[in-house]
C-alpha cells in the first residue's frame, strides 16, 4: 500500500537513517509497523524487540516466527524472557507486569542504541484506549488519547486502522500470528472491542470516529489551556497555597497537575483531584501530603513543591518540632 508507507514517511516520524527500535510482538499491527520502518528508515538502523513472555503454548512459536521475518528483512532481533516472581495471578496485574517489562526493555535499547522506540498503535486502539480510561480514570488526559509522540515512544500508524494494516500485510505477503488472549473477555480492552464498540456503532455507525474527532478538538483546546498554566507558573516549579487558593477551580486542578506531572516526569494520575487539598496547605512551617502516583507535595511557609513520596517514608506531622501546624494526609 503505497499510499501508506507516504502517509508515514510524512508523518515525520520515521526518517531514512534515523534508528529505530521496533516492538515487535508478531501480530498484524506490529509486523506491517516493522515492514514499514525498514521501508521508510533502512534495514541498518531498524531493530526488533520480541518480548518472550512464555505463557502461552504458541510463546515460542511466536518467537521463531518473529526471526524468521527479521531475518528475511534484515533486521537485528532482541530476545528477551522475563520471568515473574510472585505478584497477583490476575488478567489485569499480569498484562500490567508484562507492558512494564517489554517497555523498559525497549527503553534500555533505545538509549544503547540512540534510537526511537516504535509502538503498533492504531486508531483502532487509540479508541478503545480513551473509552476505556474514561470508565477507569476520567480526566482531561483521558480524551486526550495516545500522542503520536511521547519522548522517545513513536507512534507511526497511530491515524490507521486495524483493516488497513492487515491489508498491507495481505498486499505484502506478510504473515503474522493470532494471539487467542485477545479474544478472551478476561480482559478489559478486549471486552470494549468486542463489546461496547460495537454496541455503540449500533447507537450510531460513525461512533468510533466521533471519539477520535472530540479527542482532535480537545487537544487542541488543551494547547490554550497548557498556555494558561504556563502564564500561572511563569518558568517556577512552585506555587504559593495563596496564589494557588486564588484561581479558579479548573485552573488550580491543571496547574496541580502540570507541577505533579513534571515532579515525577510523567503522568501523575488521579493528583488533579486533590488540587483544593494542596491549596489548603499550611502557611507556616512544614506541611507534607502524599497524593495518587506516588507524588508528594511539600509546603514550606506556604511555598508549594511537588516530589516523589519517599519509599516508607512519611511528611513531617504535628509533633516533629518543625512548626508543621496539620499532619500528613493519608492517600
Known amino acids: 500500500m503505497s499510499d501508506l508507507v507516504e502517509a508515514v514517511e510524512g508523518g515525520g516520524l520515521l526518517a531514512r537513517g534515523r534508528p529505530v527500535v521496533v516492538m515487535y510482538s508478531g501480530g498484524r499491527d506490529s509486523t506491517c509497523l516493522l515492514d514499514l520502518t525498514v521501508r521508510v528508515a533502512g534495514a541498518e538502523v531498524v531493530s526488533a524487540l520480541h518480548v518472550n513472555y512464555g505463557t502461552r503454548g504458541a ?43 517489554r517497555y523498559r526493555a525497549a527503553a534500555d535499547l533505545a538509549v544503547a542504541r ?131 487558593g486564588a484561581l479558579s477551580p479548573a485552573l488550580r486542578r491543571l496547574v496541580v497537575q502540570r507541577l505533579a506531572d513534571d515532579a515525577i516526569d510523567g503522568p501523575a494520575a488521579g493528583v488533579a483531584r486533590r488540587a483544593d487539598e494542596v491549596a489548603s496547605m499550611a502557611l507556616h512551617g512544614t506541611f507534607s501530603l502524599d497524593l495518587p502516583s506516588g507524588v508528594r507535595a511539600t509546603a514550606t511557609d506556604g511555598v508549594v513543591r511537588f516530589g516523589r513520596t519517599p519509599k516508607g517514608g512519611r511528611g513531617p506531622g504535628p509533633g516533629d518540632g518543625d512548626g508543621t501546624t496539620r499532619g500528613e494526609a493519608p492517600n
Not at 511466536?62 to 497477583?88: F, I, M, T
Open 114 to 244: 540512540e534510537a526511537d522506540v516504535a509502538v503498533g498503535h492504531t486508531r483502532s486502539d487509540q479508541v478503545e484506549t480513551i473509552i476505556y480510561r474514561l470508565a477507569s480514570a476520567p480526566s482531561r488526559r483521558a480524551v486526550l488519547g495516545m500522542r503520536p509522540r511521547e519522548g522517545a515512544l513513536i507512534r507511526p500508524l497511530l491515524s490507521f486502522s486495524r483493516e488497513e494494516t492487515g491489508q498491507y500485510c495481505t498486499q505484502r505477503n506478510l504473515r503474522w500470528r493470532e494471539d487467542e488472549s485477545n479474544d478472551s473477555v478476561a480482559y478489559a480492552r478486549n471486552r470494549i472491542r468486542r463489546e461496547l464498540i460495537p454496541a455503540l456503532e449500533k447507537i450510531h455507525p460513525a461512533a468510533a470516529d466521533n471519539v477520535l474527532a472530540l479527542a482532535e478538538i480537545l487537544r487542541g483546546e488543551a494547547e490554550v489551556l497548557d498556555e494558561l498554566v504556563d502564564g500561572v507558573l511563569d518558568g517556577h516549579d512552585e506555587i504559593h497555597v495563596s496564589r494557588l
Open 59 to 101: 510463546s515460542d512459536a511466536d518467537e521463531r516466527h518473529c526471526a524468521k521475518l527479521c531475518e528475511r528483512l534484515g533486521v537485528q532481533l532482541d530476545v528477551r524472557r522475563p520471568v515473574r516472581v510472585g505478584g497477583s495471578q490476575s488478567a489485569g496485574n499480569f498484562q500490567a507486569w508484562a507492558r512494564d517489562e
